[in-house]
């Protein structure tokens, strides 16, 4: 520990004694790694001709140009010298006064040049090579450089294809080696960019590719032209990631806290079209369930990450801060509680890949990465593809239409423009049962039709839904090295879906309306904006990024087919409830560069600052959607008594509950990150952040990751974190319909939802809202025994204390009473968010990625992923006093059910892909763990099993442009358990929304796609 607080104390004082070297600009040479100034630094190859030494032609030296694989780690110049030669039969002849042979270098590739490696293991030496005839190279000291009047940029041009197909790469990053400068290539592959005359190792990758570098001498006002053939990869876990670091080239397996990658081509691998279900299918650690007959939440359904709730997930956007939706959860699903990112409303087609930080993030990124940070990387210079994809469920319902694009177009000086967009049409699903419970009246007569009885009454299932959506990504180059960048989109989103049927019996209907009783329906309007813009650049040696980002979600509940019983035969049956409205402004200013502290590798430095403004609203609903019209009960048993106001299934915002508000956040962190020693990386993050509302919070991580034998590592990491509540769980409030089971028996209850700094809610024993409190720790480990093998094991720890929850429902007559007297009358229970529990979640990941290159068999890629996690409640609080009368729990067992046991403790996914020639099959199985319905009775308890789901997709490629997909989702329609009777409200709810996967059976599809 000693050892480990001087390094931390170390890197203190660095940073507080050595304002030279920060100032400067000039970042000092590190052993092994690159030079500031490359065109300086690298070495020129020459051929000794007579006395002298002349410039060879490298592009036509077979030696230089033999293609080599090396995997030296820490070793010195010598080594890697000998290294060399043992793979080329060159013979290195140099004197150790003239070359530092002790010099400390390290280099990774699997296709380089002899050129390259060269160059990289000896830039910043000052060491030239001359070749003889004899084949062998001497390494001489290069002479002090003559004064040169005026040095041009020279130009950097050529095309990057596939070595297997000939085919234009659009979209591969070609730069080089330690320097900011390059492009990406076009849709013919095309790439060119300018750089000043030197010596350079260039590199060309692509994510799904291996990488390759080759070296290049750039000449005064002359063009280079160097092609690429990249080979395809078997995986991507060796992927260059941009989540959980800030510092520039760390792949996910080099990391030192596990991240997955997910890219286009396996985003596209089934016929799954919203981006939740498509995560859900490649990452066993996230969770997607589909509730019904849940409100709002039918419409922007929730999701978790490694079993936490939907709120402790960070979701990015290149890198930066998404907004949240503005709907907060408040029935009985997984995520009540929360206000979650509508994932949904970034369509597919925009996508490149997706990476997954599985780590606590709150040092790194600030509140909500208690569960680790989704970051969604947009197409920049992609390849152009328009798509129609149809189809339908096994049992002929739920047809969707789906017609998705993205368009790139190439900009000077190596910038972009792509635009992506969709318009989908999803019919509903329902699987609901025969509603055998009494419709009618004792003695009615038509309680002896039978068409009128044990009917299918009830809509449970997805909602139906249409919208389209659109994004863009630009990036333009100016000049001074500064780029200009924006991204963002819009979408919009109009859905139907049902609440719980109302009985003709039922005193919530007029019957003259409905004598037969009704359905009554919930719409939703959601809209979604966003738009990001900012520069970066480098100055004096810092990499530097400042923008702002700005987003609004906004959610109208619309209400039809119902009534508001309390006026009578005067009631619309159409209404509309109101809008909320959440906004989100962030301002970040991001720095990074790295410097030579006589470390292994340089010590990377990053710092900077954020400013957030949130803004909440509520906007009431039209009168009759809330009001009481002071109407008694017309008729039936109960007649005369007062009636329910409001619209049935979701009674309306009132004026009071509309809310305007905002907070502010300042933070600013910092990061460092290097390696003491080759073997070893440190990573060290500290955040402090003031809220307007909250005060004062700091976090801090630290990170290592060892590797004593090449290609095994160790890797841990001991965080702590916070999330600050949410604008809407401090004020969000309105009255909803629950059925909560007494003695037996759904029964519906009007819930009133207050805010905590209401007086009903300070009535109920509600005290003010703090932020949430967690401590992370990790432990795994990375081994990739061979090139095409690779797998991650890691251990977690999550603790949380003050989570903010929901509270359970308060109900009885004496609540009924006391919300009557407050001028609720009619509302039969209260609840308030509160920060009543403490949890701690423990888990493990573990990933597989192998795969094959079969020659002229095509080839074959595996990947495998498994999650385990169980969460336990460690506290609950106990009853505020003011409740001690009315016998109520704040924290239920029913919610203690929902932290627990209603998301799978164990996921499995595994996924073959076998690519040949114009065929591509796609085999996905999943397993998701039993999940358990916790009832208010425990004799009502309900474990539903565990179940395999099958995909299959099969595509071929017809010509150069157009590919036929044919596939099945679910393939052998596999449904959940189905519920208990005394869980199934008469019969109707066949299947709980508890499901991982769903309850809609098989869905198969055809999808048609024209692209470059």
Partial sequence: MRHWMKTLIGIAVLAATTPRAWASGQPSQSPGGPSANLSVAAPRFLVASAAERVPVDVARTPVLNQ???????????????????????????YSRSEVPAGRRVRLEAEDITVAAALTEVLLGTSVDVVLTDAGQAMLVRRPPPAPVAHVAAGAVTGTVTD?????????????????????????????????????????????????QMDSIDVADGQTVVHNFALPRAVGTLNAVVVTGTREPNRTAVDAPAPVDVFTAEEIRQSGRTETSQIIEMLAPSFNFPRPSVTDGTDHIRPATLRGLNSDQLLVLINGKRRHNSSLVNINGSVGRGSMAVDLNAIPPSAIDHIEILRDGAAAQYGSDAIAGVINIILKSDAPSELSVQTGKTNRGDGQTVVADGSYSW????????????????????NRTGADTRPQYFTGDPRNNIAVLN???????????????????????????????????????????????FRRALDDRTVRAYYPNGYLPLIGSHIWDLSG??????????????????????????????????????????TFNAGTMLFGQSTTTL???RSFNVGWAQPLSVAWGGEFRVDHYQIQAGDDASWKNGGVAILDGPNAGKPAAAGAQVFPGFRPTDAQDVLRNNVAGYVDFAGNPVQELLIDVAARAEHYSDFGNTATGKVALRWEPIKHYALRGSLSNGFRAPSLGQEYFSTTSTNFIAVNGVATPFDIRTFPV?????????????????????GLGLTAQPTPNVTFTADYYTIDISHRVVLSGNFIGSAIQTMLTNAGFPGVQGGRFFTNAINTRTEGLDLVLQSGKDLGYAGMLRFTGGYNHNYTHVTHIDPTPPQLAAFQSVLFDRTQVGLTTVAQPHDNLRLNADWQWKKLDANLGESWYGAVTSIASTPANDQTYGARWITDLSLSYRLGSQLTVTAGADNLFNTYPDRTIAANSSGGIFLYSGLSPFGYDGAFYYLRFSVGQ
């Fill in 757 to 777: 700094t209401s007086p009903e809610a300070q009535a109920l024993g509600a005290k003010p809202l703090q932020p949430e409190k967690s401590v992370n720790y």
């Fill in 410 to 429: 190439s900009l000077p000086k190596g910038g972009y423009l792509n635009l992506s967009g969709e318009m989908r049409n999803r019919d509903s699903t």
């Fill in 163 to 211: 070595s297997s197909t000939g085919e234009p790469l659009q979209g591969a990053s070609v730069s080089l080696v330690g320097t900011r400068i390059g492009a990406l290539a076009d849709a013919q592959g095309h790439y060119r960019f300018t750089a000043p005359p030197g010596r350079y190792v260039i590199r060309a990758r692509l994510l799904g590719y291996g990488v």
């Fill in 454 to 500: 044990n009917r299918i009454d009830s809509w449970v299932g997805d909602p139906k839904q249409y919208g389209g959506a659109g994004f863009y990504n630009l990036d333009v180059p100016l000049d001074n090295g500064i780029d200009f960048y924006s991204f963002g989109g819009v979408s919009f989103s109009r859905g139907l879906a049902a609440g719980f």
């Fill in 532 to 573: 990001a813009a900012g520069l970066k650049g480098v100055a004096g040696g810092w990499n530097w990024d400042f923008g702002s980002v700005l987003g609004q979600n906004s959610f109208r509940y619309d209400v039809d087919n119902s009534v508001n019983v309390s006026m009578g035969t005067n009631s619309p049956t």
């Fill in 67 to 93: 293609r080599i694989a090396l995997d030296l780690r820490d070793v010195t110049l010598a080594e890697a010298l000998k290294a060399i030669g043992d793979s080329t039969g060159l013979r290195f002849a």
């Fill in 590 to 592: 991001d720095l990074q």
